[in-house]
C-alpha cells in the first residue's frame, strides 16, 4: 500500500481494513470457518502486516486501534456478536 505524503497512513489503512471486514461480514454465512480464515488472512492481514516495522515506536493510542482491526476481523471470522470481549482487550 503506497501512502501519498502528508496523510495519516494510520487512517487510511485502518478506513481500508474495515471496509474489506464488513464486505467479508456480509458474505461470512456462506463461507466455512477455514475459507473464511484464508480470506481474512489474504485480504485484511496482509494490509496489517505489509508495513509492520513502522509499527515501532507508535503512540498507544495507534497500536489500540490496530488492535481493534485485529479483534473486529477476528470475531468475523468465528462469527461472534460485536460486542464479545476477547481475553487481554479492555
Not at 33 to 41: F, I, M, R, V, W
Not at 76 to 84: A, E, G, Q
Amino acid at each position: 500500500m503506497v501512502l501519498p505524503r502528508n496523510t495519516n497512513g494510520e487512517a487510511l489503512l485502518s478506513k481500508a481494513c474495515y471496509y474489506h471486514i464488513r464486505q467479508l461480514r456480509c458474505i461470512r454465512s456462506y463461507l466455512d470457518s477455514n475459507t473464511a480464515l484464508t480470506t481474512a488472512t489474504s485480504i485484511v492481514r496482509s494490509k496489517l502486516d505489509y508495513c509492520n516495522s513502522l509499527y515501532y515506536n507508535l503512540p498507544k493510542s495507534q497500536i489500540t486501534r490496530l488492535q481493534q482491526i485485529q479483534n473486529s476481523l477476528a470475531r468475523v471470522v468465528i462469527s461472534l456478536l460485536s460486542y464479545t470481549l476477547f481475553i487481554g482487550s479492555k
